[in-house]
């Protein structure tokens, strides 16, 4: 069975550093990409990246590059999302999800369960 | 980059038919996938290339494309299909992916 677990819910201050994960199992971890969405409070689905474990090639949203740094360590079979100094507008439920890509389709077949992050003083 | 249009909210009456649909430029290369997503939980694929679904979604689900328009029809909606759908399909731009806005579904 294909399974994405992510970390668990983080509350850090604004300026702080962060790092979540998203373990995946039930199949070939280096041979799918793996991509972040973001989702703010009461809003819609954003792309932010992919990365491809077996080689991490990764691929930004300009919206997102910069912003983040997405990376993976196909030794545990698991994707991370960094900040380096958080904003109140990082907050969102974060969630990976495995990604199909071909000439004609790009579709996320299986999420995570997502990460809560929030960003508070 | 692209930009996917989505009506942010349509109701259909419980066993009726009810069509969403989802526009972009990027509609006329790339076939649409689409999610359902019900409060507090992950998003779920329902629709994924011409019109498949995965295993578990029920058939009443389905997908078709039209120009710059693709289209999730629920045919007999019921009342736990009421949920927030989501389109997304791939960008121009290498290997990258846009969403629609969202559609709230409301089931009467």
Same mark, same amino acid.
């Given at each position: 069975e294909v399974q994405l677990v992510q970390s668990g819910t983080e509350v850090k201050k604004p300026g702080e550093s962060l790092k979540i994960s998203c373990k995946g199992s039930g199949?070939?971890?280096?041979?799918h990409w793996i991509a972040w969405v973001r989702q703010m409070p009461g809003k819609g689905l954003e792309w932010m990246g992919i990365i491809y474990p077996g080689d991490s090639d990764t691929r930004y949203s300009p919206s997102f590059q910069g912003q983040v740094t997405i990376s993976a360590d196909k030794s545990t079979s698991a994707a991370y999302l960094q900040w380096s100094s958080l904003k109140a507008s990082d907050t969102a439920m974060y969630y990976c999800a495995r990604v199909y890509i071909d000439f004609m389709m790009y579709y996320f077949d299986y999420w995570g369960q997502g990460t809560l992050v929030t960003v508070s003083s | 980059s692209s930009e996917l249009t989505q009506d942010p909210a349509v109701s259909v009456a419980l066993g009726q038919t009810v069509r969403i649909t989802c526009q972009g430029d990027s509609l006329r290369s790339y076939y649409a996938s689409w999610y359902q997503q019900k409060p507090g939980q992950a998003p779920v694929l329902v629709i994924y290339g011409k019109n498949n679904r995965p295993s578990g979604i029920p058939d009443r689900f389905s997908g078709s494309s039209s120009g710059n328009t693709a289209s999730l029809t629920i045919t007999? %909606?019921? %009342?736990?299909?009421e949920a927030d759908y989501y389109c997304n399909s791939r960008d121009s731009s290498d290997n990258h992916c846009v969403f629609g806005g969202g559609t709230k579904l409301t089931v009467l």
């Open positions: 199949y070939s971890f280096t041979s | 007999g %909606a019921q %009342a736990e299909d």
